[in-house]
């Protein structure tokens, strides 16, 4: 007798009626986990590419062009079948294919993501010298627990305009052998007022400066000797003076690279999965799907700002070019937003047992048990929420149960503890539906966060389904 015969009436309505997440390495056989692994290797390459939303941008337009797909730029036209891709002044990029169905009718399918992550970005006027070191003043990005970056090796990623218009990339730490970068912490000898502090007062923000040098140069006549031995090395390498620091985006990020986590591999621990653990699985679904929809995906910035500027998701540069590719078809853009159909995928948080008092456990999102859609964010009664409609939901739903895609919905903890938003409500706007959908993260926003395998592909297969 098998083990479902054995089961009694009970257990078999019970096993009908009652849901219970996944999870999708129990679920997957060895092929499909062997697929989760070689999928994790191309993502963990992008990651350490990609430490700023400049460098993901460079290594979309990379993969995109080594698919065959081409520029656009506003007022080009488009035809069905067409591989396009749309750069916004180099930090946000849109990868596009034209479908075969009918515009108005069909709508576009959208993946948005984002590809900018916490950090510290350098001040305008930044480079001092104090008691035997040089420093640069900074300004941190988004939201962060400022003590989590002191003491751990930085690198120095960014673009400067020189006084000329000349545009010089920086990047320095990330290679064996380059020198790496620090922000300096108190020792606890010294430590016993800083400890009394709340945390978020632990460090402040203006005490995240960066050790960038303390060599003096040779001139007993100098003061400041070895800020001038910086900027003679940033004048050899780069052509800088220290007036062309105002005209520089320059960010102090970790230096060390993706790393597999525990004696089985199943986890990934890296710099930047929030969000950029979606936007690679929907530039890959993008790229590797022939679908007969027209599919988009949307690789923005400012999204930890609140999606501000010209590179954020608010800026009118994404309308524009869903309205400009609906035109180039002879179909009306408002016809056709109102049928499109959005996946704003974004990390949420993973349940840790560690912190299981911020945790709702029910309406939790679990590791390993695949993409995890949150039908609303927000906080404090759903503020600042687009909450999509149980009609798209349910729509969603069946197209994972009928591609065997695993998945799971929670919500960013306890109600009036968590909450949090991101880019659907933006889409939303444009009258297209909308939902959430991305990772479980561990330690979000922390120089190092960690994620599982198997929801990093669980992901990618939402996508492809969602395209197809």
Same mark, same amino acid.
């Given at each position: 007798m098998s083990k479902d015969e054995k089961k009694t009436e009970g257990q078999k309505l019970q096993d009908a009626l009652s849901y219970k997440k996944k999870n999708y390495f129990e679920e997957a056989d060895d092929a499909e986990r062997k697929e989760m692994f070689d999928y994790a290797e191309g993502y963990m390459a992008f990651l350490d590419q990609s430490k700023t939303e400049r460098e993901a941008?460079?290594?979309?337009?990379?993969?995109?062009?080594?698919?065959?797909?081409?520029?656009?730029?506003?007022?080009?036209?488009?035809?069905?079948?067409?591989?396009?891709?749309?750069?916004?002044?180099?930090?946000?990029?849109?990868?596009?294919?034209?479908?075969?169905?009918?515009?108005e009718k069909d709508g576009y399918r959208i993946i948005a993501s984002h590809i900018d992550a916490p950090r510290v970005d350098i001040k305008q006027n930044p480079l001092y010298e104090d008691s035997g070191m040089c420093f640069l003043k900074t300004h941190y990005y988004g939201g962060i627990k400022k003590y989590q970056w002191t003491a751990i090796p930085l690198a120095l990623h960014g673009v400067v305009m020189l006084a000329d218009g000349a545009k010089k990339e920086i990047r320095v730490g990330d290679k064996e052998g380059d020198p790496v970068f620090y922000i300096n912490d108190l020792l606890p000898h010294l430590g016993?007022?800083?400890?009394?502090?709340?945390?978020?007062?632990?460090?402040?923000?203006?005490?995240?400066?960066?050790?960038?040098?303390?060599?003096?140069?040779?001139?007993?006549?100098?003061?400041?000797?070895?800020?001038?031995?910086?900027?003679?090395?940033?004048?050899?390498?780069?052509?800088?003076?220290?007036?062309?620091? =105002?005209? %520089?985006? !320059?960010?102090?990020?970790?230096?060390?690279?993706?790393?597999?986590?525990?004696? @089985?591999?199943?986890? +990934? #621990?890296?710099?930047?999965?929030?969000?950029?653990?979606?936007?690679?699985?929907? =530039?890959? %679904?993008? !790229?590797?799907?022939?679908?007969?929809?027209?599919?988009?995906?949307?690789?923005? @910035?400012?999204?930890? +700002? #609140?999606?501000?500027?010209?590179?954020?998701?608010?800026?009118?540069?994404?309308?524009?070019l869903m309205e400009e590719i609906a035109l180039s078809l002879g179909a009306d853009p408002r016809r056709v937003r109102a049928a499109s159909k959005c996946l704003s995928s974004d990390v949420t948080a993973a349940y840790d047992s560690n912190f299981s008092e911020v945790f709702e456990k029910m309406n939790a999102a679990m590791i390993s048990c695949g993409t995890c859609m949150c039908k609303f964010t927000g906080g404090g009664g759903k503020s600042g929420s687009s909450d999509a409609s149980a009609e798209f939901v349910g729509e969603i739903r069946k197209i994972f149960a009928e591609n065997g895609v695993v998945w799971q919905t929670a919500e960013l903890g306890r109600v009036d503890v968590g909450g949090g938003g991101t880019v659907a409500k933006f889409v939303a706007k444009l009258n297209i539906d909308t939902v959430d959908l991305g990772v479980p993260v561990i330690s979000m926003h922390a120089p190092y966060e960690l994620i599982s395998k198997a929801d990093l592909y669980s992901n990618y297969k939402a996508f492809i389904a969602f395209m197809k």
């Open positions: 941008c460079a290594y979309a337009v990379s993969a995109a062009k080594a698919k065959g797909f081409t520029e656009y730029k506003l007022g080009d036209k488009v035809k069905k079948g067409d591989k396009k891709y749309f750069v916004n002044r180099d930090k946000s990029i849109v990868v596009f294919r034209i479908g075969s169905e009918d515009l016993r007022d800083q400890m009394g502090k709340p945390a978020g007062k632990v460090i402040e923000g203006e005490q995240l400066n960066v050790v960038v040098g303390g060599l003096p140069y040779r001139d007993k006549e100098l003061n400041n000797k070895i800020k001038l031995t910086v900027l003679k090395i940033l004048n050899e390498r780069y052509g800088m003076c220290e007036e062309d620091f =105002l005209s %520089a985006e !320059l960010s102090a990020v970790p230096a060390f690279g993706a790393r597999d986590v525990g004696f @089985d591999r199943a986890l +990934i #621990g890296a710099y930047g999965h929030d969000d950029r653990v979606c936007s690679y699985p929907a =530039l890959t %679904a993008v !790229l590797d799907n022939d679908s007969r929809h027209t599919v988009l995906a949307m690789l923005v @910035d400012k999204e930890e +700002i #609140g999606s501000e500027g010209t590179t954020g998701i608010q800026c009118k540069a994404y309308e524009d």
